[in-house]
Structures are given as structure tokens and as C-alpha cells.
Nanobody, 119 residues
């Protein structure tokens, strides 16, 4: 059974930082692509950042230069370091596992963690 457990969300003032973690179990973590998504009230879910098994990263334009995704295969964990947070970053942040490539035969989601940025 695949489980993804996010943590690290909370309330922070604009300009502050948070570090999200997503611990995975039930999968061979190192072969999968991991992603962080977010969904704000009334908006569609959007990709924030992703990282492949080889460490290649991809970011949404809105977070480039402020957020950093990383992974620790020994701990089966993916991280999202969020700096210079803005009120528009407020959302539920969800972790997703996909893979392995090229067919990505499965995908699983975590339950999400709330991030609230006050102005």
C-alpha cells in the first residue's frame, strides 16, 4: 500500500520561509518522479515543482528562484524549501509520486498540508 505523508505546512508572514516534507512508503522511491502541487480555494490544482529519479527539476514560473525541490532517496522523502513566501502562495500543498518513466503507469497523492501566508 502506497502512502505519502506531507508535513511542514503552517502560517507564516510574507517574506518568510517554510520547508515541506513528503515521506513515501510502499514504493521503490528512488525510481519515481516526485512532484509538489498546490490548490488554492476556487482554483485548479497546479504543479509547483517536480524532480525526477535522476535529480532533474522543473518549476512553475511563479516560484522559480524562491522554491527548491530536493529528494533524499535514503529517507524516501522529497522536500520543498519555500523562501520569500507571498500571500498568493497560500494553498493546500500536495505531494505526488509518478512513475517510473517513460510510461508512468501509476500515480499516487498525499492528503496535503495547508500553507497560509499572511500579508
Amino acid at each position: 500500500q502506497v502512502q505519502l505523508v506531507e508535513s511542514g505546512g503552517g502560517l507564516v508572514q510574507a517574506g518568510g520561509s517554510l520547508r515541506l516534507s513528503c515521506a513515501a512508503s510502499g514504493i521503490i522511491f528512488r525510481i519515481n518522479t516526485m512532484g509538489w502541487y498546490r490548490q488554492a480555494p476556487g482554483k485548479q490544482r497546479e504543479l509547483v515543482a517536480s524532480i525526477t529519479s535522476g535529480g532533474s527539476t522543473n518549476y512553475a514560473d511563479s516560484v522559480k528562484g524562491r522554491f527548491t525541490i530536493s529528494r533524499d532517496n535514503a529517507k524516501n522523502t522529497v522536500y520543498l524549501q519555500m523562501n520569500s513566501l507571498k500571500p498568493e502562495d497560500t494553498a493546500v500543498y500536495l505531494c505526488k509520486v509518478m512513475g517510473p518513466p517513460p510510461s508512468y503507469p501509476y500515480a499516487y497523492w498525499g492528503q496535503g498540508t495547508q500553507v497560509t501566508v499572511s500579508s
